[in-house]
């Protein structure tokens, strides 16, 4: 008999969640939240959609007082929403150094573009500040072969160093494997930050 996974729910929105959807807090033992980044911290968790409404709305109207059922005072007005878009800066540009060194993302429009052709591509991701043109170019290829779009949170100058170039990056092809898996999380995880 399969054992049931523990039931989460989002202490704003009310939503039922995946583990890969929330954020988890925990209290720390002075009694202040902190985020279980990796969910493995013990004791008793409060789950937030990660979004940024929800995000937002965590301090408020006694959300985690309630969850916690005793006082808890937020650290501050924009937390945890600014931990959490720090958090997704700092792994999308780990994973796209990483991912692009093993050979699960190539750099470059016409790259992409050939990556496409190929099928070798599943998806296409966008710097924060490319351009119309392109945004709409790439678009349209991207529903044409089927691929997912994504758009980072990162500048194309941030994806340039992350990548190691000497200039500003604002096209990648996404190949397959484990980096770029999880480089979908937190590139998903980026746009609903915004």
Known sequence: MESAQPQRTCVVTGRKLQPDEGL???LGPDGAPAVDW???LPGRGAWVLWEREALEGVGGRGRLSRAFK???QVPEEHWPLALARERVVRHQTELIGLATRAGQLKVGGGVA???LKKGWATGIVLASDAGATV???FGRK???YEVELHRSVLSAEAIGIALGKGGPRSVLAL???PLVRSLRIQLLRGIALL
């Open 24 to 26: 988890r807090i925990v």
């Open 38 to 40: 990796k969910g493995r």
């Open 70 to 72: 005793q006082p808890v």
């Open 113 to 115: 573009e050939r990556c």
């Open 135 to 137: 945004a709409e170019d």
């Open 142 to 144: 991207a529903k044409g």
């Open 175 to 177: 190949g397959a494997g």
